[in-house]
């Protein structure tokens, strides 16, 4: 099974750090994000690797080049513009003939791959996706009424909702969704499938993973990864 990683964002949240750098390759403990994206997929024996990319594509090529430093091996699929998550997949189709493991690169994961790719292989739908149980709180008294009568006053309650890690295994007839050379999202793909009723499946995760999106989660998760680093 190879993996396709998606890194050709423009990171226009990251800015200014982005300006010289595509977010993937955000240093994160002098090695950058990516790296410890690739080190989670070979650490499930998944070896190779194929990496859409777009802007700056040329930094990623350089650190990474054909992979053998970092034991896997890397094929590259490089777009001349941004085309978002699914248009940046499509990229890859050449690359792929099976089943494939899908991650954003410009997260940190740490749930089992292991445990999802054999829900896959098990339950055969055209997606997996792996969910999280995410909980946030209200910020307000929530009301219910029935009819304009209220019944009952919840003050500031903890919901709790399953949201998309970003991390997905596919087989190769995802392609067949997605439009070529076209800004698409991977949310688009998705409600295309569920309009078409082919078969989505899920596994939900309580082991927390970083989207690594805007200024505040970068530099948290830096403060957090030398924190790590010092009690080593």
């Given at each position: 099974?190879?993996?396709?990683?998606?890194?050709?964002?423009?990171?226009?949240?990251?800015?200014?750090?982005t300006k010289t750098l595509p977010k993937p390759m955000l240093p994160l403990e002098k090695k950058p994000i990516l790296e410890y994206v690739i080190k989670?997929?070979?650490?499930?024996?998944?070896?190779?690797?194929?990496?859409?990319?777009?802007?700056?594509?040329?930094?990623?090529?350089?650190?990474?080049?054909?992979?053998?430093?970092?034991?896997?091996?890397?094929?590259?699929?490089?777009?001349?513009?941004?085309?978002?998550?699914?248009?940046?997949?499509?990229?890859?189709?050449?690359?792929?003939?099976?089943?494939?493991?899908?991650?954003?690169?410009?997260?940190?994961?740490?749930?089992?791959?292991?445990?999802?790719?054999?829900?896959?292989?098990?339950?055969?739908?055209?997606?997996?996706?792996?969910?999280?149980?995410?909980?946030?709180?209200?910020?307000?008294?929530?009301?219910?009424?029935?009819?304009?009568?209220?019944?009952?006053?919840?003050?500031?309650?903890?919901?709790?909702?399953?949201?998309?890690?970003?991390?997905?295994?596919?087989?190769?007839?995802?392609?067949?969704?997605?439009?070529?050379?076209?800004?698409?999202?991977?949310?688009?793909?998705?409600?295309?499938?569920?309009?078409?009723?082919?078969?989505?499946?899920?596994?939900?995760?309580?082991?927390?993973?970083?989207?690594?999106?805007?200024?505040?989660?970068?530099?948290?998760?830096?403060?957090d990864y030398k924190k790590k680093n010092r009690k080593k």
């Amino acid at each position: 099974m190879k993996a396709v990683i998606l890194a050709g964002g423009l990171g226009t949240r990251l800015l200014p750090y982005t300006k010289t750098l595509p977010k993937p390759m955000l240093p994160l403990e002098k090695k950058p994000i990516l790296e410890y994206v690739i080190k989670w997929i070979k650490k499930y024996g998944i070896k190779d690797i194929v990496l859409c990319a777009s802007y700056k594509h040329e930094k990623i090529k350089e650190y990474f080049q054909d992979g053998k430093r970092f034991g896997v091996n890397i094929e590259y699929a490089i777009s001349k513009k941004p085309l978002s998550t699914a248009g940046q997949l499509k990229t890859a189709e050449k690359f792929i003939d099976d089943a494939f493991v899908c991650v954003y690169g410009d997260s940190i994961f740490n749930h089992s791959l292991r445990l999802m790719i054999s829900h896959h292989q098990n339950v055969k739908p055209l997606v997996t996706m792996c969910l999280f149980n995410y909980k946030y709180q209200v910020k307000y008294g929530v009301i219910k009424e029935i009819d304009g009568d209220v019944e009952a006053w919840e003050e500031k309650p903890i919901r709790t909702v399953k949201i998309n890690t970003g991390c997905y295994i596919f087989e190769s007839k995802i392609f067949s969704f997605i439009p070529k050379n076209k800004q698409y999202g991977m949310d688009t793909v998705i409600r295309k499938i569920i309009s078409k009723r082919e078969h989505i499946s899920s596994i939900t995760t309580n082991t927390p993973f970083i989207d690594i999106g805007d200024k505040e989660i970068y530099e948290k998760t830096k403060n957090d990864y030398k924190k790590k680093n010092r009690k080593k």
